[in-house]
């Protein structure tokens, strides 16, 4: 008869006095892009630029494939670094110069490091703090697909613990959006149709705001979506966990993924903002303002800043936007000027975002 | 400090003033098949043939690879034109002279256009009105994957506004089943197995209706297959703009897209009906008959109404069907024939089918 | 006018009385993985093993490519005997000698076929009985992936029928773990970093629980990714056939597919035992203690009970584990010594099994 066995429980994930300012984490796992994960995400999002629907027109275009679109190249480069960065985290809080680089195909393979740039106390919470990381995401071929920093509220292990201290600089990555050429040849005015008519450079006025019609509810789909990225925090999937604690949790249930409302936001401005991209340049900043729940319906809005010509590039133009995510909350009684009665607007997410756009006068019919 | 922005709100999808008879769209994205989206909704429906499960068979057989079973083909190629047609839809009222062309395979792309044939007024709701259209989607060599005409109650932008009329004949367009040669060579004989064994073009008796043994329970899954089809319409996923106005819409609730329940009857029927066809040839007519909402179960019935030879194959023979679809729903007290006490069977939807069936005689064991 | 048509019901599968010892079955369909079932599953499990997830690391190893991992070959296997074996069961009660041969990868197609071993009387229940069962899986290389023996409770048709007497052997079949060589010159020390770091066979203590960190809510998709799977069990699917006889079936509501939390348990415990496996080489028994439903959060914890060298490998070695799998339910006033108070820890799951591990010695950073 053998003795009781000896139990161990491994933990996965960093706590906040762990992490150590300069530090490198060289993650697990890494990713292959496969044709399920691309789509499940693409359209979930409801994308709309053909770049990402239609294999014949991103070729024609001078891509070697369906493109991924940014919002799922995001998810899939973000979540390998969940579960040494954020893995024990309360919210993710901020998205700091987030630059892409070499497009994304269905066959990459992906894989990301993570440099740990400070750490710092909760003013107010003892038991959690500021983690601020640089993350940078790596195909085969040793090209930057993308690099970003983040700031994320993370839970101490024990509240007692000393920090880390130090700050460190962020690297510079080289990291600019591949393009494909353009080539006066090509016939890009027989495939015009195939995008929107209105969303060409020479279509946005900066101090516009457009308000994208359509909206779309979250279900607990999310739990699956999530941990088709890897993404193991136990707040997205985990609910007996929150069950036993629920006011130690954002909402006391399980909390959508941000990455989920970045990605969807994103795909609902795509026919009116992103129809005509070819590709997101940078995300100079980016947050969080509010938690979505299973059941919530999400809308978006995008607000043109600016406009600027694209150095090097005739057929080109930058757009300079913000991108707005909101949802609708019924509150009794409320008479809001920007909701119907009874019910209150609350913004959940925020990018500045610069868009590469194609100029009709090069590309149009 | 800059003025507060000017606020624009692109409306997408038109309404029924919008339509003029003759008018032609070509349809934004088109959309290539990936492995994501050809296991999701295969899979979903339960089909069973193998030519969409077993590649080693569809190759046997002188296919490319797994062929997209025809609901699934009409699913893809149907919600190309929602945006444009059905975006501000209330309902798909009817599906007429629906013909399938060349297999749709995994990676190949399509591209649909859709001429209006005519628009009229509903004669009770003046907020209402029918479009009748006809759409033809095509692969990236020019071939034609499928072809149909359909009818929809779309709403009015301005109840007042007045409708474009006229009446437009429908285009001729070549659209015949294609199928792979028969090869009195090949061991179709030691494959017989993979299929089922009473479903040969031989076992088929006109007037006989056969009660298929499977339900399937449709769950709020229907959100994401909507939008993994790039169906854009708003009264299958956003829940907030039901909300706001319930008595606007049907069931007061989202409402499943009407592709689903055909898609997912299609598939219920198979082992009996479709596990031994080469393809479906046409739908000459179908319709929906009542709504179906998550958490509905689905059920299906084919009544043979006749067969016959298939003009050139001795090999194959066409089989002329009746597809029913139906659910149950409670009901306090009923003693219905055709349902258990306390509940009452609801028509959903109905299609005449005409379907390219192996004779045993040459292909069975 | 014609005359009423002849109703037939096709029923599927088949009942306890039409069992027969040495009976065979080809099951019908086969199954190509396709890159869409390969990322529903994988990362449903949240599989942590690169083998997985990485297809740069896979061929560095010796692979041709993404490998499914061991749960996802069991349930594509498993599946396709669902409609012949047990469409008509209440439960299935235990897995025997299961054992894997040649690794499966995306494009590959297996078919199954099944042997009856005997058939059995309920001692308790008129209406149910067991039926013992031996399958085995094979490419169409004619290669063998799996070879499995399970006892599965199954409803008889008619209370009274006899059953066919008689106790058939189970085949000798050949089938052993496929492994890549190793490759003294290869530099898997490079990589060691995109698996964990602590489950080498060198890491491994007999006599050791392994309490798995992560838990995950199983929502009402697994309706979704059973039909996925083929799996044609109607009590997974069907809620009005529940509806109309709750007390017939376990739970009274629809029930989770037991592969389900098969490859669930699989993967939650892939970081702390499975990140360095190169394979699992069998299965000895393997059960259901409880059912699964939609809501349960499922936790893994892993026996390991010895370890051994796995001959003519001095790069691997066999660790020999028991895998829990549990889930907590609420009691009221409970005070259990494993569970917080107001909740009882309920066993679902447990299964022997012995994995082909790489030691740090040969593959270590």
Known sequence: MSDAPRTIRKLTGNFL?????GQVFRHKGGKTVTEGLFTVFTEFAMTSNPLAKNARYARAYGFDGLVCPPGLTMLICFSQTVE?????ARANLEYIDMRFGAPLYVGDTIEVETKVLNVRPSSSRPNLGIVHVQS???????SVVMTWQRKV???KRDDAAELHPGEEAPDQIACDLWLPTYDAGAKYAEMAHLSSPDSYFEDFEPNTLIEHSRGRTVTD???????ILDNTSQVHCNQYMIDLDPKQYVGGQLIIFGGIP???CLGLSSPDVGDNALGDLCYPTGKHTAPLFAGDTVFASTLVRGKRDYPGRDDLGIVETTLLGHKFVREEGATNDDAPAGWKKVAI???EREIAVKRRSHYGS
């Open 349 to 351: 997410f925020e990018l």
């Open 84 to 88: 040494d960065i954020s893995e024990n």
């Open 136 to 142: 940078t995401a790596r195909k085969d071929d040793g």
């Open 262 to 264: 970045f990605t969807l």
């Open 17 to 21: 006095e762990d992490f150590r300012p």
């Open 221 to 227: 789909e999310h739990i699956q979506m999530t941990a």
């Open 153 to 155: 509220q993370v839970y």
